[in-house]
């Protein structure tokens, strides 16, 4: 067994690397321990598993990498999962979306009011191109299924599309 004060992992995709990088020649990541990703493994499994969780965002990974870093950010725990097929809008694979694998963030039902103000925040840098949110009584169309949805709705009621 390799000596741990040996080498780097990149806690990203697992790649060592000897302790003279300091980041992933694979995905550019910063470096850490095999000890610091021993610990982050053993706070995700005190964590309660997706099922239990209230799913903030089901999304390609550069959306949730980004949701994710300003939960982390605002110190709260969360949950980071391949998309499971009861989070994505009816008709849709759970797997993947416009041909990119889809992710579920998932947040304890005490801290889903501000993930998803983080959220809507994130959804304006990553989609500065849309159009500025609706007024209540003004009505929009679901992006998954093109159903009429009132300003104020959550969730769209023909296929379950859970709108930041």
């Known amino acids: 067994m390799i000596d741990a ?3 780097l992992v990149c806690p990203e995709c697992f790649a060592e690397h000897t302790r003279s990088v300091t980041h992933c020649a694979d995905c550019g990541t910063a470096l850490v321990t095999p000890d ?7 706070e995700a499994a005190e964590f309660p598993p ?10 390609p990974l550069a959306w949730v990498r980004a949701l994710s870093e300003g939960l982390e950010q605002g110190g709260v725990a969360h949950r980071v999962e ?16 416009d041909g ?3 992710f579920g963030l998932y ?11 983080l959220d809507k925040s994130i959804a304006v840098q990553l989609l500065p191109d849309e ?4 007024v209540e009584g003004e009505e ?11 300003a104020d709705v959550v969730e769209c009621g023909e296929c379950g599309l859970r709108l930041g």
């Open 107 to 117: 947040v304890r039902e005490s801290d889903a009011v501000a993930a998803r103000e």
């Open 82 to 97: 391949p998309a499971r097929e009861q989070d994505a809008p009816d008709g849709q694979d759970a797997g993947v979306f």
């Open 5 to 7: 004060h040996l080498y």
């Open 50 to 59: 997706a099922p239990e969780l209230d799913c903030v965002r089901v999304a």
């Open 140 to 150: 929009e169309s679901c992006p998954a299924c093109g159903s009429s949805l009132a």
């Open 100 to 102: 990119a694998q889809l």
């Open 36 to 42: 610091a990703i021993a610990a982050v493994e053993s």
């Open 131 to 134: 159009a500025p949110p609706l």
